[in-house]
């Protein structure tokens, strides 16, 4: 018989400068027991999901930006209802928030992930490597997108967990945006991978229409799903924050590359879908047979170059 997991993404519309922590956690906790009673085991909240998307803010005073943002221990007295909520209702699930600790004498910061098991209990953590953006103040744009100023790139690696009866991998935002991430977690055998997301529904960079924003989101969720065999719940944060948009379009994606469900508003919601695990074992066996098919020996510069040169083969 093949494995069943019925997975949610619960994506949250926005949050403000002026919410508060308790605020945004009975949010999620509402979240949380929607999600249950469509029969979730497994709910998927966004990024950085107890506070506004900050980076979109200079600030000068960074101890001013680790009390109103970042928490220094998870779960904390404003954040425990959501485990306590998830342990009663025996719901497993992930969580983006903005982790600062102390270290070898220095603050670290990352923007991270955890996997919290039906338990309450803390499984995996994932900080995020792809950071985008910028570290210095424009303030001739029509926003910030400070992830380089405020945290430093994830020290943990692309992990997977054994979690739920599945093989599990987290991934952050821009993670979605690059093929190698996803075929490390692949390589590693992952069967569901989970990823929050806050993206801005305007380009910082140049003007681009919102709908191929989310053009590219969709096919990009479909093809790392299709193309590593896994199935993908991508879940955001999303709709005006302080006048700054952000879209929604959270997505759950079978491994064959289909929309199993996707998000229609830009506020609170969940979507829902009883996944089966097992559906990917004729791809893993076949096209995606990575033990049979892959030619790494042919991909040495995926690890070797970061950025493009060009080198034009000389001769026939
Ligand atoms: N949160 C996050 O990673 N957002 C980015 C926006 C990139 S624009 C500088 C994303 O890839 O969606």
Request: charged share 25%.
């Amino acid at each position: 018989m093949s494995r069943h997991l019925r997975m949610a993404a619960a994506q949250l519309g926005p949050l403000h400068l002026s919410d508060t922590r308790t605020s945004a956690t009975q949010r999620l906790v509402n979240l949380l027991r929607e999600a249950h009673g469509m029969g979730a085991k497994f709910v998927v909240f966004p990024e950085l999901a107890f506070t506004t998307f900050f980076p979109r803010h200079w600030y000068e005073d960074l101890a001013e930006v680790d009390r109103r943002f970042f928490e220094s221990t998870m779960p904390s007295a404003e954040t425990q209802p959501l485990f306590d909520a998830a342990r009663k209702l025996g719901v497993g699930f992930y969580i983006g928030y903005a982790e600062l600790l102390q270290e070898g004498g220095r603050t670290r910061r990352f923007n991270t992930a955890i996997l919290v098991g039906p338990d309450g209990s803390i499984a995996g953590k994932y900080r995020k490597i792809h950071l985008p953006g910028h570290a210095d103040h424009k303030p001739e744009a029509a926003f910030q997108h400070l992830e380089k100023k405020y945290f430093e790139v994830g020290n943990l690696g692309f992990r997977v967990w054994r979690f739920m009866d599945t093989i599990t991998g987290m991934l952050i935002c821009n993670d979605r945006r690059w093929p190698e991430a996803f075929r490390v977690l692949a390589l590693q055998g992952a069967e569901v991978v989970a990823l929050g997301f806050n993206t801005p529904s305007e380009n910082l960079n140049y003007p681009e229409p919102p709908a191929l924003r989310v053009h590219h989101h969709l096919i990009m969720a479909q093809s790392m799903a299709f193309q590593n065999a896994t199935w993908l719940v991508e879940t955001a944060k999303c709709g005006f924050e302080d006048g700054y948009r952000m879209f929604g379009h959270s997505l759950i994606v079978t491994p064959t590359g289909e929309i199993a469900a996707k998000s229609v508003t830009e506020e609170d919601e969940v979507i829902c879908v009883n996944a089966d695990i097992d559906l990917a074992a004729d791809l893993k066996r076949t096209m995606f047979n990575f033990a049979a098919h892959r030619r790494p020996e042919h991909y040495r510069l995926i690890v070797d170059r970061i950025g493009a040169e060009v080198t034009p083969a000389e001769g026939p």
